[in-house]
């Protein structure tokens, strides 16, 4: 199983982006998946997560100004970024909750996609 993430950039304070994670491979089903984020020198920690019923749970940061959403039929998942602030730069990582083909149930990372909010 693999996650890619996309969609990165540098932005001004107040832009927006669009992060897009798409999973492939051996997958029979996705539980959970979420957005997590690591800031240079810091902890990564929870953005935003969304559970296979599309019910969403959000960091206090963010709330009002991220929004996740999720494509089962692609599985995929998006995080939409508005009014974003230079404490957003970090690199964004997703995370996905898979049960394989061989009935393993496993959590998997994608490789990061770094955000850079500057003027």
């Known amino acids: 199983v693999q996650l890619q993430a996309s969609g990165g950039g540098l932005v001004q304070p107040g832009g927006s982006l669009r992060l897009s994670c798409a999973a492939s491979g051996s997958i029979f089903s996705i539980y959970d998946m979420g957005w997590y984020r690591q800031a240079p020198g810091g902890q990564r920690e929870l953005v935003a997560t969304?559970?296979?019923?599309?019910?969403?749970n959000y960091t206090d940061s963010v709330k009002g100004r991220f929004t996740i959403s999720r494509d089962n039929a692609k599985n995929t998942i998006y995080l939409r970024l508005n009014n974003l602030k230079p404490e957003d730069t970090a690199v964004y990582y997703c995370?996905?909750?898979?049960?394989?083909?061989?009935?393993?149930?496993?959590?998997?990372w994608g490789q990061g996609t770094q955000v850079t909010v500057s003027s």
């Open positions: 995370n996905a909750d898979v049960l394989g083909t061989d009935w393993r149930r496993r959590g998997y």
């Open positions: 969304i559970t296979s019923r599309d019910s969403t």
